[in-house]
């Protein structure tokens, strides 16, 4: 019985709102058009300007969202040309200054690039792609422009294996560019380089320039080796322990040089280079002490005499 009641109660709504909609047709179509208009547009500004401003945030922002797109697309293809502009112009610098350095040395080279490297702090192996089939031979040097690099251990047609100066087993005969120490470069522990076999009252200097010397039969005169970061001086050894930082960065070596022939020159001089502004610092020589002086002290005795010695006459008596 509920259920009818409502039934018949809620068709009588839906006639009574028909009933109006038609008296509202028939009221309106009496107006003027220009009035009908104005109350229509009226009409919906009323009911749909709560949505007119989500519905415009929301266009604009998916607007904002492709154009974000479409910009980003346009930066990464930028950070791309820039990236490779960017390596074209340190390439450009690089082979020239190997170009420079190529006209400059009195060698035959080959120029080379590294196609392989052991992942350490210094690399004591690198691969180049230059072999046999290049004229390379074992022995040969490496050196790059920023200093020496290795020799050449190994040969293949098309490839070679370099042992580098930073190999443990790696010994370079070296000299201090200013004051004309000798000494053997090597690394320490596979950590950092060191200038070995310096004697304990040498001249070095932090910020002296070592070079490779030409005594070691091997390595030119010339080669950077790296500078002098620190000297320290053990009273119990006869030598001086000279920390070297290395001039080449051997993580970064792309390009670089292999002398195939040529003359190595002479041998580095060994007289002290004069460096305006630093005056020569003159040997030290220990100062030799007067002897002391021999003193000989005699304790001063009495000698008693014995009493019949006292006892005798006296000459005249």
Not at 14 to 29: F, G
Not at 186 to 193: D, I, N
Not at 285 to 308: C, G, K, Y
């Amino acid at each position: 019985m509920i259920r009818l009641g409502s039934v018949k109660l809620l068709r009588r709504h839906d006639v009574a709102l028909l009933a109006a909609l038609l008296l509202a047709s028939l009221v309106l179509s009496a107006f003027p058009s220009e009035w009908r208009q104005g109350l229509g547009d009226g009409v919906v500004r009323i009911c749909f300007a709560p949505l007119e401003l989500p519905a415009f945030q929301l266009r604009s922002l998916r607007s904002s969202w492709r154009e974000n797109e479409s910009l980003r697309d346009q930066l990464a293809a930028a950070r791309l040309t820039a990236i490779r502009l960017t390596e074209a112009r340190l390439e450009n610098d690089r082979l020239r200054s190997l170009l420079s350095l190529r006209e400059r040395g009195a060698w035959t080279v080959v120029t080379a690039q590294v196609s392989g490297r052991e992942p350490a702090l210094l690399t004591p192996d690198l691969r180049i792609d230059r072999g046999s089939d290049d004229g390379l031979r074992p022995g040969m040097i490496v050196f790059a422009p920023d200093g020496v690099v290795g020799a050449v251990t190994a040969v293949q047609g098309g490839s070679a294996t370099v042992r580098t100066v930073f190999d443990p087993q790696s010994r370079v005969s070296a000299i201090d560019l200013r004051s004309r120490v000798l000494g053997v470069f090597r690394t320490a522990g596979g950590t950092h380089c060191i200038l070995d076999r310096v004697p304990l009252r040498s001249d070095v200097r932090v910020g002296d320039t070592i070079v490779s010397s030409g005594y070691g039969q091997l390595f030119p005169f010339g080669l950077p080796l790296g500078t002098v970061s620190g000297v320290t001086t053990r009273k119990s050894s006869l030598t001086c322990l000279i920390d070297v930082s290395p001039a080449l960065d051997i993580n970064r070596l792309t390009h670089l040089f292999v002398i195939t022939g040529g003359d190595h020159g002479r041998p580095a001089s060994l007289e002290p280079a004069a460096v305006p502004g630093v005056p020569p610092v003159p040997p030290r020589r220990r100062r030799a002490e007067p002897p002391a002086a021999l003193r000989i002290s005699v304790p001063a005795t009495r000698v008693e005499l014995p009493e019949t010695l006292q006892m005798l006459p006296e000459r005249g008596e």
